[in-house]
């Protein structure tokens, strides 16, 4: 399984950037996919994630400003990011993983979001 993300870039506070993410190969169902961020120094955490049957769950610190989608058909996951503040600033990476189980993890390149004040 391959993860190709795609979106970031710089944004300034208040603006919107979208994120995408296609996944290829041999696709385990049923799956979550996601997005986690990265920022220098802080570990990574989880942004927002939807399995593949719809079910959502996002981190306190985006609810309401984020939104997470995808297409099982075309196993692609987008994230839509308004109202960015600087601390949204960060390498965000795609991942999917087999549910329940969670034992089967891959990740994509990452793509850096930078959001100016």
């Known amino acids: 399984v391959q993860l190709q993300a795609f979106g970031g870039g710089l944004v300034q506070a208040g603006g919107s950037l979208r994120l995408s993410c296609a996944a290829s190969g041999v696709i385990f169902r049923p799956n979550r996919m996601g997005w986690y961020r990265q920022a220098p120094g802080k570990q990574r955490e989880l942004v927002a994630a939807?399995?593949?049957?719809?079910?959502?769950n996002y981190a306190d610190s985006v609810k309401g400003r984020f939104t997470i989608s995808r297409d099982n058909a075309k196993n692609t996951v987008w994230l839509q990011m308004n109202s960015l503040k600087p601390e949204d600033a960060a390498v965000y990476y795609c991942n999917i993983v087999s549910i329940p189980s969670m034992k089967v993890s891959y990740w994509g390149q990452g793509t850096q979001v930078t959001v100016s004040s």
């Open positions: 939807i399995t593949s049957d719809g079910s959502t």
